[in-house]
């Protein structure tokens, strides 16, 4: 299991202690320390849709140039601004072996746990 998101995300850490107190191994991958690969992310915004991948409520999002913003119609310019600026990438995203998820959600996290999905 790959844990994806940027370590001092509270949201990153909820999930993380979630599945340490879970017993659950994982890796963790850091978008600032270790970057975001273009195919990694690709594949992310065709499972769940670059219109979830893409976090238009966080901080990073609001205060980037409405010219950038306004930028964003499809998928692809989605993709270029979560490059630039990885914090706009929603957190965390996991892949699982069963299944992958994105964003924490401790109840649908425990389902996912009870049915052998989260591991």
Known sequence: MIVYGIRNCDTVKK????????GIDYTFHDYKKDGVDADKLRAFVKEFGWDTV??????TWRK???EIKDSVSDAESAMAVMLDNPSVI????????????IGFDPVSWETALEMDELK
Do not use: H, M, S, Y
């Not at 999930?15 to 879970?22: G, N, T, V």
């Not at 893409?54 to 901080?59: E, F, I, Q, V, Y």
């Not at 929603?90 to 998820?101: D, S, Y």
């Open 15 to 22: 999930a993380r202690k979630f599945l340490e107190d879970a």
């Open 90 to 101: 929603k957190r965390p995203i996991v892949e699982a072996a069963a299944k992958n998820f």
């Open 64 to 66: 980037l140039d409405d």
């Open 54 to 59: 893409l976090n238009k409520r966080g901080t």
